[in-house]
Nanobody, 122 residues
């Protein structure tokens, strides 16, 4: 079993930056993809970004390309989401997720964290 715990959310102004972190425990995540999703009030959860085990492949939603960067530190079982130039429409609960492939990540990951709130004021 894998446990994922996010941190780093908060209240910021438009144009500011935030760095989210997700720490995994319970088992090694060797060969696992890690991803971030978000859900805004009244909206469906949407894919934000994902990264493969080695960090050589990254995937982003069009809405965050060029502003968000996903990275991982396998020695610390941690994945980060650096969010720059934040906009009010980025306001959501951000959740970390993990599974064995990018297809599984996009279709519905096996492992989820509880989420962290990000609020961007205009």
């Amino acid at each position: 079993q894998v446990q994922l715990v996010e941190s780093g959310g908060g209240l910021v102004q438009a144009g500011d930056s935030l760095r989210l972190s997700c720490v995994a425990s319970g088992r090694t995540l060797s060969n696992y993809y890690m991803g971030w999703f978000r859900q805004a009030p009244g909206k469906e959860r949407e894919f934000v970004a994902a990264i493969n085990w080695g960090g050589s492949y990254t995937y982003y939603a069009d809405s965050v390309k060029g502003r968000f960067t996903i990275s991982r530190d396998n020695a610390k079982n941690t994945v980060h989401l650096q969010m720059n130039s934040l906009k009010p429409e980025d306001t959501a609960i951000y959740s970390c997720a993990s599974d064995v492939s990018i297809v599984r990540i996009r279709m519905g990951p096996s492992y989820w964290g509880p989420g962290t709130q990000v609020t961007v004021s205009s």
